[in-house]
């Protein structure tokens, strides 16, 4: 067995020591020296030197010590797990998110293919349901447009309209040769969806509908990009 100092436990049995000692140091004339050595001699005894039944307690108190290290590092330990578990926990959250939002974002660009496949549905109304005539007002153009266009982007559309035409589906620039409602240039693209798109407003709304939808997504995404640009 180890040589373990003990302080506490051995000021019982030093006492003992220092009362003989004192009687000792009376009868042969010793100083108080004696007794100051004889009680240190008491704080620095080691385990041998503690009466039998003395040293169980020493003992007790000693593994109660280790003890005491032992939790206070696994506390220590507990602490570092507990972290290195919270890390884990908002790394996997932080991966869950980006999942989420990637997710998120697939569902809402499958959304807006499908709005704008619609839009497009609904741009290729037959025009032919319109019945055709010489000449057309703006409010009847208007009309044809407002059956043809989704009632949200209607107002969208309409601005690009007034800006580009005024509604003349005759309207010619005479420096570049754009025409009709949406200043398309050349005019004859909008052959692509009619014969008669030089005459017929319903043909070129059909056009210009389209043309919106296909290039910015929707009429008023082109007027977004108007507006910054003065064209589209």
Same mark, same amino acid.
């Given at each position: ?5 003990v302080?506490?436990?051995?000021v019982?049995s ?6 003989v000692?004192?009687v ?6 010793s ?7 004889e ?6 005894? !080691?385990l041998?030197?503690i ?7 020493v ?10 290290a032992?939790?206070?590092a696994?506390?220590?330990?507990? &602490? &570092? ?5 919270a890390r ?7 991966i869950a ?11 809402a660009?499958k959304?807006?293919? &499908?709005a704008k ?18 000449s ?8 044809m447009a ?5 009632g ?11 800006h ?9 620039n005479?420096?570049?040769?754009a025409y009709? !409602?949406?200043q398309? !240039?050349p005019g004859?693209k909008m052959?692509?969806?009619g ?5 017929n407003?319903a043909t070129?709304?059909?056009?210009? !509908?389209?043309y ?5 997504g929707?009429?008023?995404?082109a007027?977004?990009?108007?507006q910054?640009?003065?064209?589209y």
């Open positions: 067995m180890s040589r373990i100092s302080r506490g436990f051995a019982a030093a006492t003992a020591v220092t009362a000692g004192s000792v140091g009376v009868a042969s004339g100083t108080a020296q004696n007794n100051d050595a009680a240190t001699a008491a704080d620095t005894t !080691l041998a030197d009466p039998a039944g003395e040293q169980a307690q003992q007790t108190a000693s593994l109660t010590q280790q003890a005491d032992q939790a206070i696994a506390d220590a330990s507990a &602490k &570092k797990d507990a972290e290195a578990a884990k926990a908002a790394a996997e959250t932080a998110k980006k999942v989420a939002a990637e997710k998120a974002a697939e569902a660009a959304e807006r293919a &499908k496949a619609e839009a497009a549905t609904r741009s290729t109304r037959d025009t032919s349901s319109f019945p055709v005539q010489s057309y007002s703006v409010s009847q153009i208007q009309a407002r059956q043809m266009v989704g949200g982007q209607f107002q969208c559309f309409s601005n690009i309209v007034d580009e035409s005024s509604w003349n589906y005759r309207a010619v005479a420096s570049s040769g009709g !409602l949406f398309a !240039l004859s052959a692509s969806v014969a008669d798109w030089q005459t407003p070129q709304i059909k056009w210009g !509908l389209n919106m939808n296909s290039r910015y929707s009429p008023c995404q007027w977004s990009f108007w910054a640009n003065h064209w």
